[in-house]
């Protein structure tokens, strides 16, 4: 489990635990990382059928800790390497 403050911007990243209030949205969702300001956390969702959905936020001192890099699920099925957006 990460702090939010190690990933830079344009890197993709999800939830692996809830927040300090227990909330768990966002956990095992594709997100990409947009930066920090004004004690926000900014990302882009990601959703398959709609491609980037526009930038959202989230409050930093609820939302810092509990993050990793997003791995693509599918690469669980075989040893299968993510280029980009295929997988090979």
């Given at each position: 489990m990460s702090s939010i403050h190690k990933f830079k911007q344009g890197e993709v990243i999800t939830r692996v635990s809830p927040s300090k209030r227990g909330d768990r949205s966002y956990?095992?969702?594709?997100?990409?990382?947009?930066?920090?300001t004004n004690n926000q956390i900014y990302y882009e969702k990601f959703d398959s059928i709609s491609a980037l959905n526009g930038i959202?936020?989230?409050?930093?001192?609820?939302w810092?800790?509990?993050?990793?890099?997003?791995?693509?699920?599918?690469?669980?099925l075989k040893k299968l390497t993510l280029v980009g957006d295929a997988i090979i």
């Open positions: 956990m095992g969702e594709k997100l990409i990382f947009i930066g920090i959202r936020n989230l409050a930093l001192d609820q810092d800790e509990g993050w990793e890099l997003y791995v693509e699920p599918l690469t669980l």
